[in-house]
């Protein structure tokens, strides 16, 4: 079993690429997590995680990451991927929701907090603050956006 992270970093990135999944690891490399190999989570940052700036993470290392990200080769399109922190009580848990799609970063944003809003209302907690980090492309040929929270210890 995996220890329970401590510290918790929101990360974003856009690239093209040759194909979608390259687009894709250029999008990790741009968001610094590109040399990591990403556990998907789904949407609970753990009690008592303290947001950091930066992770350093060690090439190779298994990184729980909750993320949304979006990749197409429709050349013009506009794409974006967006996560929402919610916190509220800080001894208890958090609530972390991701987003992607066919969208602005302004529109992510909107789309974002409305998602963490109703997650606390459905569990009936106090809601003190959204953390928000979004991200917008324009493709070119092969493009992705891609946002995260990932967590560490």
Sequence with gaps: MLPTPT???LVSGT??????LNAFDHALLNAGVGNCNLLKVSSILPPGAKLVADLNIPAGSL???AYGSLCLDSPGELIAAAVGVGIGDPESYGVIMEYSGRASKDEAEVQIKRMVEEAFAKRGLALSQILVRAVEHKVENTGCAFAAVALWY
Aim: proline residues 8%; without cysteine; aromatic residues 8%.
């Design 63 to 65: 990184v729980p990451i």
């Design 7 to 9: 510290k918790f970093a």
């Design 15 to 20: 690239s093209e690429g040759s194909s979608k």
